[in-house]
């Protein structure tokens, strides 16, 4: 398995980005998705997670209302809609698949597979 990320960039508070993990592997709907984000000098942060056919989603507290987790089962792809973004938004963003498939895991441990991340930078 394996996940590309990507639609990471420089933004402007109050803008709007989206990012892509592109996956190739076996068989992605039997995935559920997260995604995570780590600043500099911090831990690694949950912040958005799917469930494998995209009913089930839920989100840290932090970005709920801003972001929006979703997936296309037809093209091995989940998304990150990120509106409204704001300074302390900037982090690298990785991607994860958890093989289990069920429910929105929130714990790094949960997930088998990691993308190699992208820099999401908001700043005026």
């Known amino acids: 398995v394996q996940l590309v990320e990507s639609g990471g960039g420089v933004v402007q508070p109050g803008d709007s980005l989206k990012l892509s993990c592109a996956y190739s592997g076996s068989t992605f709907i039997s995935y559920a998705m997260g995604w995570f984000r780590q600043a500099p000098g911090q831990e690694r942060e949950w912040v958005a997670a799917i469930n494998w056919n995209g009913e089930e989603t839920d989100y840290a507290r932090s970005v709920k209302g801003r972001f929006t987790i979703s997936r296309d089962n037809t093209k091995n792809t989940a998304y990150l809609q990120m509106n409204s973004l704001k300074p302390e938004d900037t982090a690298v963003y990785y991607c994860?698949?958890?093989?289990?498939?069920?429910?929105?895991?929130?714990?790094?441990?949960?997930?088998?597979?990691w993308g190699q991340g992208t820099q999401v930078t908001v700043s005026s």
């Open positions: 994860a698949a958890d093989s289990y498939g069920v429910g929105t895991p929130d714990k790094s441990s949960d997930y088998d597979y």
